[in-house]
């Protein structure tokens, strides 16, 4: 029985239960001061906004754990669903079949893959700062969109994309399907395979890696290039969802995401991240964020409530903290330091 | 061997006087009724391991730690207490670390007058900052370009700053700590006859070192400590090199010289006219099956890009490698590995392990393909079997396979460098100064892991700055300066202080 929570605390990392019960009194206090808050009809609403911020996190994730960050992502999510929407209006627009979105699919995940490598093989190859590269083509990927779109929108989309950005499977919103596939999909990359083993490592320390003899430069590409596909498949289910897709659009969880990967007891400095910690941060925000919404309070207090609350998580875990409560027990027992 | 006679009296005139301090941090007694004194424009050393207690005695002096109740601290001739670092500096001690602490993006001026700078916020008279370098600079008899940008100034320049810093800070007594380690010899010179200088006009300086040979000469005493405990002042004119190491270690050099005769086995490794232009040049080197070869030389002799070039990290301008008589030329270190390489980096903190990360996940980081089961995803039984292989198979002490590398000692982290290049089963084991930062205690077992390993058949080149580390470890001694191979000994046919004379001399 310990073997199996120890083996399952190694697996999904030791943040999952401090966050999960923090979920669990989150549900409760909203649950009691709310009415509807423990309704279908608001875990619905919160499984179905969910995907676009959970995506983009994974997207996120990966980056952050080399040691570095990809402040493309929303750009490149846009691009692709870009991408997708030219390939659907080529074919025909609201006409369009099933053979066109499956190849704008694959072309939209080519372009959120190859922009990724692109920025990764910058990083990786000429050692620019994870922070300028992605930061540059962020700039890039917007304005060739902006370039293209003339700042407008593009809509007419055939009508069985409604069933993928607003039908259930089981019961369970097909975003959020997608969504969960994903996310095991991040954790067994992350956590089972060489690369992954890779990322952390070079994470922590890119020199020692390539002593050892990990190819540092073709993996620090590689979590580039895949952070690039998640993009992509985020930017599909934003297309699906709005049934539309304009440059800029989610630029408001660019840095959110940043954060739910902090929340979710990802290292900053790199080296250390877990996918299921980062998946119950998400469920934390998005149901503050929905239970604010149903009190009353509007999305902009909702967005500070989140920058509070992350704020307070950060002093909660700081070693300042613990290294504070230490001292005090120390005087408290009167052990003097010398 | 010859035993220094116990130092002359202490000079009348003194800089410094500490008797009986201690320090206790926690559990650990860092001191232990340690005397240390200095006299005015004396050259002192201050000789001892790491962990004996050198930085915290320097810290002691320098006002950062306060000694136990007891101590007797006098600063030129006045008994100081509670002391701080700011009271410290205006008695005039200076310290200056290995890493220096100046600032890279200001100027010699700035740099050297900077104590004069800080406070009460006010406007900056560069007249005057540069006259304050200007006298300091004088009074070491050198001249430094007072505009310069500090980054631009090599290693030794830098140095010759943070003395004129001290300087212009009135410093009566300067610590140094470690400061022959990045020099070359022709720099090292040169900062010795600073120091005379600085000896002549009445200000002291102590050398603070576990590599003394260099100093030595211009020092008159040495103060050793060991463990926390003070060992003995000694004369330094009747020290050597292997006294002090056996008055610093405490171990008698009993060990025998552990040098074989391979024969006939086949050759490993064998270079022919290998040369990086501007680190070594022309070098021949032949490793057998089952030897131990031992690279001796000083920073700055080529020893370490010679073996970055051997593991692919670094390309020869000319010459040939030959791996089991089959010429090569890796592209990147990946190769290397894959031939049957393994290099053991000088720089375990920062190069050897991911110090963050897991013991059980550097012990198989070399080994990621042999451990990845069906789907590429990596086997968790093929990995803990690796682990526990590497860690009985070298006796690693640990706590939890999980637990982060750095929490382990010096000596148990170099023991999982090998055991995580041993995963990778090489033919040839290079070894960059294998026991640097492991405790004397620990290295005795370091050794004997690598004897074993060459009676198992590997050849083993192994590159040091410590004499006796080669000498008694090694089964032939190739002696590296100025990137070429000068010299080679037999451990049998010559006296250890011979080899240190050719060496260091």
Known sequence: MQALTERMGRALGRDVPGLVGLFVVILV?????????????????????????????????????????????????????????????????????????????????????????????????????????????????????????????????PDFLREIGHGSILGIPAPMVVFIVAAVV???????????????????????????????????????????????????????????????????????????????????????????????????????????????????LSTAVWGLFLIAVMVARSSTLRTLAAGFRRSETGQASR | MTSPSPASPIPASEAIRFEHVSVRFGGVQALDDVSFSVGRGEVHCLAGENGSGKSTLIKVVAGVYQAAPGARTDYFGESVTSLTPKLARARGVAVIWQDLALFPEMSVAENIAFDGLVGAPRLVNYRAIRATARTALAKLGVTLDLAARLRSLPISGRQLVAIARALAADAKLIFMDEPTASLTQAETDHLLAVVRTLSAS?????????????????????????????????????????????????????????????????????????????????????????????????????????????????????????????????????????????????DRLALGLVQPQSIADNTVITILKAITGAGGLISEARKSAAVTKGINEFAIKIGRPDDAVSTLSGGNQQRVVLAKWLATSPRLLILDCPTVGVDVGARDGIYRIVRGLADRGIAILMISDEVSEVYFHSDRVLHMAGGRIVAEFDPRRIAIADLERAVYA
């Open chain 1, 29 to 157: 206090v909203f649950g009691l001061t709310t009415p509807h808050f423990l309704s279908a009809a608001n875990f619905g609403s919160i499984a179905f906004q969910l995907p676009d911020l959970g995506l983009l996190t994974l997207a996120m994730l990966a980056p952050i754990m080399s040691n570095g960050i990809n402040l493309a992502i929303i750009a490149t999510a846009n691009l692709s669903g870009l991408t997708l929407a030219w390939i659907l209006n080529m074919n025909g627009g609201p006409q369009a079949g099933v053979f066109a979105f499956v190849v704008g699919v694959v072309a939209a995940l080519a372009v959120g893959g190859a922009s990724g490598a692109a920025m990764g093989a910058t990083i990786a190859y000429f050692g620019a700062h994870p922070i300028l590269a992605s930061l540059a083509m962020m700039i890039f990927l917007r304005g060739l969109g902006e370039f293209l779109t003339r700042g407008g929108d593009i809509s007419g989309f």
């Open chain 1, 186 to 300: 991040w954790h067994v990359l992350l956590a089972r395979t060489r690369h992954g083993f890779s990322v952390a490592m070079i994470g922590s320390n890119p020199r020692a890696s390539e002593y050892s003899g990990l190819a540092v430069k073709r993996s620090l590409t590689l979590v580039y290039a895949l952070s690039g596909v998640m993009c992509a498949l985020a930017g599909i289910i934003m297309l699906t969802r709005f049934n539309s897709v304009r440059v800029g659009h989610g630029d408001a969880l660019l840095l959110v995401t940043v954060l739910a990967c902090f929340l979710g007891g990802v290292d900053p400095f790199g080296g250390f991240g877990r996918v299921a910690p980062v998946f119950v941060s998400l469920l934390i925000l998005q149901t503050l964020s929905s239970g604010l919404n149903l009190l009353g309070a509007s999305q902009h």
């Open chain 2, 202 to 346: 009445g200000v002291a300086v102590v050398f603070v070192s576990h590599r003394l040979a260099e100093v030595l000469e211009v020092s008159s005493r040495v103060t050793v400590l060991r463990d926390g405990r003070l060992v003995g002042v000694f004369n330094a004119a009747d020290m050597t090199q292997s006294r002090l190491t056996e008055l610093m270690t405490g171990r008698r050099f009993d060990q025998a010289v552990t040098a074989r005769d391979v024969g006939e086995k086949p050759i490993v490794v064998q270079t022919a006219g290998l040369t990086r232009r501007g680190e070594y040049e022309g070098v021949d080197l032949t490793v057998r099956a089952g030897e131990i070869v031992g690279l001796i030389g000083l920073i700055g002799a080529g020893r370490t890009e010679l073996a970055h070039t051997l593991f692919g990290m670094a390309r020869a301008d000319a010459g040939v490698i030959r791996l089991s008589g089959s010429p090569v030329a890796f592209a990147s270190n990946r190769e290397a590995i894959r031939a049957g390489v393994a290099y053991v980096s000088e």
